[in-house]
Each structure stands twice: as C-alpha cells, then as structure tokens.
C-alpha cells in the first residue's frame, strides 16, 4: 500500500528553503529518489526524539562519547609520535652498565678464553680486519 502526502515549503524561511535546495540537488547516482532521503530523515528525527523522551541525558551522553574518542584519538596520535623516543631511551637504559664492545675491546665470555685470548696476542692488533663495513 502506497500513500501520499504533500509538504510546503516556505522559501523565505532558511531552514526551509535548505531543505528545499539539499531535495532538488539529490545526487540520483547516491540516492535514487529524494523520498528516500526524506524518509530515513523524518525516521532519524522521531527516533532521537524518543530517545530524548525516553532518557533525557541521550544528547549529554552522545556528546561525552563523542569527547572521550577525540581525546583517545590524541592521546593515540601523542603515543605514536613519542614511541621511537621511548624506544631509544629504553635501548639505552638497557645498556647502562654493559659498554657494548668494540673490535679493539673485544673480550672474550669466560675466563679460559681470556686466557687464550691474551696468550694469542691478536687483543692487540685488528690491522688484518676489514673495516670497510663501517660507513663514514
């Protein structure tokens, strides 16, 4: 079953005269009729307005979720940024008390093999290591 109704829209009025412009500016290829954008907003306009009725604090709530993402949001974006400094630092506080070695620091895990490290004389002269890998 079809019905019908008949809307006037009083040009004068700006809200009015928006409504009349966004209904005859419908792009065909996104809504295939201004009926059914006129239905899914009178829809959404009765069911907020039995939220509202229903439960007076809906807009309150709404606008407090709405602020609680926008600072999730931020808060996100500020970690995000701030991560390859934490990340660093975490590096380097990790190492604090433990030099990482360098070729002419090498030093052996245990005892014995310092002993055999320092009976083969090599802790002293690298001059045979290619060092060409470190760029400069």
Not at 1 to 15: I, Y
Not at 112 to 127: C, L, M, Q, T
């Amino acid at each position: 079953m079809v019905k019908m109704t008949c809307f006037r829209f009083n040009l004068d009025n700006p809200e009015h005269a928006k409504a009349w412009r966004y209904l005859h500016s419908v792009d065909k290829s996104k809504v295939k009729s201004g009926n059914t954008a006129v239905v899914k907003a009178v829809n959404e306009y009765f069911d907020r307005m039995q939220k509202l009725t229903d439960d007076p604090y809906f807009e309150t709530r709404q606008r407090e979720d709405r602020f609680v993402e926008q600072i999730v949001a931020e808060v996100g974006k500020a970690f995000v940024a701030e991560m390859p400094k934490f990340l660093a630092s975490l590096m380097l506080s990790l190492n604090v008390g433990y030099p990482m070695p360098t070729p002419k620091q090498a030093v052996p895990a245990d005892a014995e093999d310092k002993k055999k490290f320092a009976e083969d004389g090599e802790n002293d002269d690298f001059s045979d290591i290619d060092m060409d890998f470190i760029g400069g």
